[in-house]
């Protein structure tokens, strides 16, 4: 995964909850799922763009293929 060996945020790490439970729910999450709640009530788009930068895109696209397989 693009984020092995890193340590997170504690604000990163809720937001990673909360896209592992909407992955669990949904089976995948896509940029656009940051406009909706959970995420839009703790910044949206851009609070995890703010968090996680260039490598959101990449990280989303891991987590969906390693979680959902």
Same mark, same amino acid.
């Given at each position: 995964?693009? $984020?092995?060996?890193?340590? =997170?945020?504690?604000? $990163? @790490?809720?937001? *990673? ?5 909407? @992955?669990?729910? /949904? *089976?995948? @999450?896509?940029?656009?799922? =940051?406009? #909706?709640?959970? =995420?839009?009530?703790?910044?949206? @788009?851009?609070?995890? #763009? $703010?968090? =996680?930068?260039?490598? *959101? /895109?990449?990280?989303?696209?891991? *987590? /969906? ?5």
């Amino acid at each position: 995964m693009a $984020q092995q060996g890193k340590k =997170f945020t504690e604000e $990163q @790490i809720r937001w *990673l909850e909360m896209i592992r439970d909407h @992955i669990a729910g /949904n *089976l995948s @999450i896509e940029t656009d799922d =940051f406009e #909706y709640a959970p =995420f839009s009530q703790a910044g949206g @788009i851009g609070k995890v #763009y $703010q968090l =996680f930068g260039e490598e *959101l /895109n990449i990280m989303l696209d891991e *987590l /969906n293929e390693r979680l959902v397989a």
